[in-house]
């Protein structure tokens, strides 16, 4: 397709794309003629992905074009590359803001980072790929969790969350319309429309299941101080 159907069927004018393909955003077309090019399902799906980290995650352009190089580095070198754009993405949608801490504090942020990677290694459904356990961030959480509410908080009783954690992800995946959209290793899938997939669905279930738990603490709350009956949560089925 030329320049105008791809602004066409992308929703991204004209002059937006030419801005990306000068930045290296979007790959360039195949040259068709003077000053003319032709453009694929790559290019929809990559602006697809521009669009979704701009209107969906907020994220700057500086973001987006590392999350674009890496998947261009994924898509030269394989899967092999060690390229990981979804992480990109996600490390700058949730970055925290840093904060000072003292000698002392590191310290123990530190120990707690090394017991929560040991309890996630402990979990059925984790695998050895460690960058992916989100263990800072866990780590800063119950920190401040054993700071300002409860000092002698365990790291092991994190499990109900784990559970929950990994149910809710076998619901995102198992309602996605059309199956989740997973690339293969072993075929060497291309990355592109997966990793837009799974940084909007990480950002709005983030969203919705937030807002659901807000409203299950305040009826819960409301509840108790009213001496109204607190339904249990529904078990889990047998596995």
């Known amino acids: 397709m030329r320049l105008a159907e791809l602004s066409r069927r992308s929703g991204v004018s004209r002059s937006t794309i030419k801005f990306y393909l000068r930045e ?3 790959r360039p077309g195949e040259p068709s003629g ?3 090019a032709l453009y694929g399902a790559g290019h929809l799906e990559r602006l697809a992905l521009i669009r979704a980290l701009r209107e969906v995650a907020a994220l700057p352009l500086d973001v987006i074009a590392r999350v674009a190089g890496e998947l261009d580095r994924a898509r030269a070198q394989g899967w092999d590359s060690g390229a990981d754009p979804i992480g990109e993405a996600l490390r700058a949608i949730y970055a925290r803001r840093p904060r000072e801490r003292s000698a002392e504090d590191e310290l123990e942020i530190a120990k707690l980072r090394d017991e929560v990677r040991a309890f996630l290694r402990g979990l059925a459904w ?5 960058g992916h356990y989100f263990a800072d ?4 959480a119950l920190f401040d969790v054993r700071r300002h509410l409860f000092p002698s908080y365990p790291v092991a009783a994190l499990a109900p969350y784990a559970r929950a954690a990994w149910g809710l992800s076998e619901a ?4 996605a319309p059309g199956g989740a959209r997973v690339p293969l ?3 060497g899938d291309d990355v592109a429309e997966p990793t837009r997939r799974a940084i909007v669905s990480t950002v709005l279930f983030d969203r919705i299941f937030s807002a659901l738990r807000r409203c299950a603490n305040s009826m819960r709350s409301v509840r108790i101080s009213e001496g109204l009956e607190v339904p ?3 078990s889990p ?3």
Do not use: K, V, W, Y
């Not at 961030?137 to 800063?140: K, P, R």
């Open 24 to 26: 290296g955003l979007l």
């Open 185 to 187: 290793r072993s075929r």
């Open 34 to 36: 003077r000053n003319q």
């Open 237 to 239: 089925p047998a596995a």
């Open 126 to 130: 984790t695998t050895g790929e460690e």
């Open 172 to 175: 995102e995946f198992e309602h």
């Open 232 to 234: 249990p949560a529904e």
């Open 137 to 140: 961030e866990i780590a800063e």
